[in-house]
């Protein structure tokens, strides 16, 4: 498991002791703000992606940015690593800690600090709830467009360092579509503004570049992010396939149409069953596939549109096309999808959720792979796809009281995404690399691409200090890594068990 | 045509003497930037589309190829760059383009050229090629170093090949024009934005206030219905994003100033806006004094866009500037890619 930093293909790593940190942060902090005894960090040993767990050398809870300026420095000046968490529910060990680490915890930068209606806009702190902007903003009849499915729990801070997607975002754009400014501390304490008040800024696009960092150039202590009007109206369709390479066929036909879906998303046999079971959505049980496509604005052009797309659907081979009747059905479609990854708990104690890109094209052909693989490593495997941008959630079952299951379940994780950089893809469409998917960097990208994420690192922490073991895999790792494997694509027997 | 192994050798070539280069697509956007003292290197031959599938909604093509080219390819499709990339030129290439970075009126409806950019192929500053990011839209693998390519005017990487996501072209679009004053058009068209309408342009030349909608039958008409104005040829937006349109058109100097629309201009301004009020275009006698304090005191910052040679974009603050200049360095260790075109020193 990747839950143990190494310092042999991680790097150093410097550690100093409970004591000397505790006796330097504590002054620095408010009454409470440094944890340092194990029951206090335990909360903070693990993320979303549970199954990794490691304690922190200490955990600072920051109330203001002067103190978090503070902390960074302090840390600098100690040659101590910091690992910047929002509100933990990342799925990829983002905000893993490791041993003698300081965790910097923006859970109490939970403040809306400004609404800006006419500019349609919010200034918010990075602690602040993704739903709870489009809650604060919904009766100026606006929203905060990205939704992940975590939109309940997880924070803007979090989202930014993700760049997260959601249902919506093949329509509404990714969070550095949607945010227009963001305030940085860098490793050193500096207070940088990156991007504006306005539409662009001067110089190198630095807001874009921080987006999506993972937490590894820089601690994000303030967003002013973009409000969008919420549509006049929303429907959806739930069109049901006897074949799932005619569910993706359609998917393509969709886009190809010129229709800008609100969300597209693809189930298969095993996910819609599990999910009918769990939230009795209303999915036909026997189907091979279903689609659920969504469409969004003035309402004739809804109704114009959902009456082609329905159309578009049955001739490319839907055995049935249903649209919501009503609102109810419509948040009925939807329980059904949005509960598919709990559901799961019906087919397996355990399920690991994988992150794939692919182009959609590579679809049928990625669909046959992955049931192949899943056979090869004797474990099951259930579908989900934000379809309509190629986003793959292949859920892997297995239970990891049973000797082995856990290794195989990440053997074949591993071996997914490997699969996705085979076709032109990506090793993550939205849960981030973090400490999860470090090994498969060393696949999707050459030496020299790598060589170039550490040198844009250093220009903002030269030291190395920010979520070190994340994100971009030394040298040495992918070297290790690489004995085993054979660079970009040209894997001899994908389909083989190579652990 | 693939000329990577000549831009290959041309870039190491550069790196192992530490000469400096200036990088040349079609020489349309020369003037956007301040000069590049270095032996001229074109990329406009390497050229030519590499993939393009409409059902995927990306295109890939070298950076050599016209803008007017990719724009015909795309059209056949019923399909378009959504951020309107300005030509000044027919010369005018993909790679010049995601290299200054500029976005068309479309800008605040649709997005940034930068949000369009899905992946990058470059040569970095010793004459290596890397590839960010990839054909697909979500992909959130290593840093977007892609999108930071977009207006790094070559200063971080010559752009080799881009990936672009493409957007569908909407079903009905028409212009109106109003007569309004500045200040009301502005206003007028911050409470508009308020209300999800299918408007996807508002410029002010300052004498009418002009919008364009886009979008499905029913949105485009019933809006137009509500709104009224005197329908017009869609060719005023392209005169717009191209910078032909005689509101920009004259001056000694043209200031472009970005900042927030709602925030109000200082009137010896004048009246012309673009982006819905969020950058104000400035025409100015020569000898007028500059506008940086003044579009920072705004909360914006300023371009001088005809004018000067010398000082171009916003000083940046200490700080960012010192990062600029150490990500130059990682990039592109020499300085031998565009040094100085966006700052002096960088």
Redesign the interface.
Known sequence: MLDTFDDRVDGPFGQVGTALLRRTLEPLLPPGGLVTSIEGMTPYETDGLAAYRSLPGAVALPETVPQVQAVLRACSALGVPVVARGAGTGLSGGALPFPGCVLLSLSRFNRILEI??????ARVQPGVRNLAISEAVAD???FYAPDPSSQLACSIGGNVA??A?GVH??KY??T??NILSLEVI?VDG?R???G???????????M??M???EG??GVVTEVLVKLT????VARVILASFDDVEVAAGAV??I??A???PAGLEMMDGPALRAAEDFAQAGYPKSAAAILLCELD?????VT??IARVSDLLKRAGASEVRVARDEAERKRFWAGRKGAFPAMGRLAPDYYCIDG?????ALPRVLTEIGRLADAHGLGVANVF?AG???LHPLILYNSELEGDSERAEALGGAILELCVEV??????????GRE?INQ?CV???R???D??H??????DPGGLLNPGK??PTLARCAEYGAMHVHKGALPHPQLERF | MDQTPALTEAVQAAAATHRPLRLVGGGTHEFYGRPVEGKTLSIAGHKGIIDY??????ITARAGTRLSEIEAVLMEN??MLAFEPPKFGPAATLGGAVAT?L?GPR??FA??L??FVLGARIL?GRG?????G????????????F??M???QGG?GLILDISLRV???P?LELALAFDLDSETARLKV?DL??????VSGAFHDGAQLHLRLS?????VS?TARELGGEPEHLDVWGNLGNLTHPALSEGDCLWRI??????TAPEDWGPVWD?AG??RWVRQAADAPDLWDAAADL???A?LFRGSRDKV??P??P???D??K??K???DPHGILNPGR??EGL
């Open positions: 800006d209606a006419q500019a349609r806009t100026l009849g606006l993700e760049n997607g975002c093949l754009g990714l550095v579509h860098t500096e940088l503004r990156l504006s008040e306005g539409l662009d800024a001067p110089g190198y696009d630095l874009a570049l987006t999506g960092s590894l150039l009007p919420l549509p006049e393509a036909q886009m190809a010129g229709v800008v604005g003035e309402e004739a052009d114009e549109e890109t692919i182009p959609r094209r934000h941008d190629g986003n032109g893809g990506t090793i993550t469409g939205e849960h981030g690399v998917k960097m999707q990208f050459t020299a691409e790598n170039a994420f040198a844009l690192k250093a220009a903002f994100t971009i | 599938d409409p059902s995927e909604l990306v019923q399909q970075g976005s800008r605040p997005g940034a930068r949000d970095d290596q090629a890397l590839h960010f990839g054909t697909v839209f979500k992909n959130v693998a290593g840093f977007d170093a999108r930071l977009a207006g790094a971080l957007t569908p072209r079903r911050i934005m308020r209300r999800p309408l299918p979008g499905g039958d029913a949105a019933s970005s900042m927030a629309q709602t925030r982006w969020g950058v909360g914006g910052h371009t974009f916003q940046l603050a700080a960012v500037l990062l600029h150490r990500l360095a990682a990039m966006l700052y």
